[in-house]
């Protein structure tokens, strides 16, 4: 699995590479609310010859917030928080409603045994383990030469 950022081309260098570090995202915090943003928690995916392991950086939620769902070989990971502001001013009462969410998915390989899949979440990182079948496992040996 790979990311990609998107790059249009340009070779920025210089001066005008710090001026759109600068003021893109000045203008972007200002112009777009948080909440049309969207954000996609970074995800790290390991394999080990015993099981495939996926890191999700999700700071700030709990384990409740989330919902790690297996259809068919697609492993979908989402969550969604609502987040409820309120503050006193003068006689007013002002509320202010935040949600946030996100949804990954997976599509899971053959050999992985769908009845293993461990998820734990730990000092914001989310970490969801799948055991792959012993069939696939690769098997280490020594072969004797004759």
Known sequence: MSLVKFNNGAKNTGLM?????????IFTDALLPSHLITKIPAVNVSETNDQYHIEMAVPGLKKEDFKVNLEGDVLTISAEVKKEDKKEEKQYKKQEFSYSSFLRSFTLPDSVDHGSIDATYKDGVLVIEVAKKEEAKNLVRQIEIK
């Not at 590479?17 to 995202?25: A, E, I, R, T």
């Open 17 to 25: 590479n710090d001026f759109n570090d600068v003021f893109g995202s």
